[in-house]
């Protein structure tokens, strides 16, 4: 079974501009989350999709945005770049049952390297 | 709220030396989930382990142990004999049940010289 998937793995971009990221999760896992790796904050959680649904979100301003569709891929869009988003992020699935009382295992795609000018 | 604290932050050792990472969790929840991510340079975490709050079997996989202890609100990771393939960061992660985000802590990164 193929692994999560994250494109592009590299970007260049410079302040003021969007980027969009794109995930692919394990197939037939139906959550996906969003984490953002500095070297200074560590692994933060950016927010998690269920069932095309924004069901938790970290502390993170509006800049940062993401969605997903009816398959399970997500992407995750940052507006107005600041050079502090300079970052790695991350996304995982996981199956999640949708309940309350389990919690499934994250597996973690490699990765976007963002680096803003 | 949820906490992990991974209090070394580099540890580096000789192959085939053993070495523990350790991981201290908070949490008021009785049911949570602990575990184990590798990190090499490639940037992937990699699952390790994963416990739930209720499981306070040790286990072994290979040359990787886990030991936790819900007294001391610890989950260490041990690897055996260790190996230069065994180089990288290596985190410890918290999640209560439910709708709550993973927690990680900073992460340890271990080097091992040949």
């Known amino acids: 079974k193929a692994g999560v998937t994250q494109t592009p793995r590299y970007l260049i971009k410079t302040r003021g501009q969007q980027v969009t990221l794109s995930c692919s999760p394990i197939s037939g896992h139906r959550s996906v989350s969003w984490y953002q790796q500095t070297p200074g904050q560590g692994l933060q959680f950016l927010f998690e999709y269920f069932s095309e649904t924004q069901r938790n979100k970290g502390n993170f301003p509006g800049r940062f945005s993401g969605r997903q569709f009816s398959n399970s891929r997500s992407e995750m869009n940052v507006s107005t770049l600041e050079l502090g988003d300079s970052a790695l992020y991350l996304c995982a699935s996981s199956l999640n049952s949708g309940t309350n009382t389990y919690t499934d295992t994250q597996y973690f795609g490699p990765g976007t390297r963002l680096t803003v000018l | 709220a949820q906490k992990v604290t991974q209090a070394q932050t580099e540890i580096s050792v000789v192959e085939k030396e053993d070495v523990t990472l350790d991981c201290v969790y908070e949490?008021?929840?009785?049911?949570?989930?602990l575990f184990w991510y590798k990190q090499p340079p490639s940037g992937e975490l990699v699952f390790l382990i994963r416990r739930n709050s209720f499981d306070e079997q040790n286990e072994i996989s290979g040359r990787y142990s886990w030991n936790f202890q819900k007294s001391t609100s610890s989950f260490n990771f041990t690897i055996t004999a260790s190996q230069v393939v065994d180089s990288a960061v290596y985190f410890c992660a918290l999640k209560a049940s439910g709708n709550t985000p993973l927690v990680f802590g900073k992460g340890t990164r271990l080097s091992v010289i040949a």
């Open positions: 949490t008021r929840d009785t049911t949570y989930y």
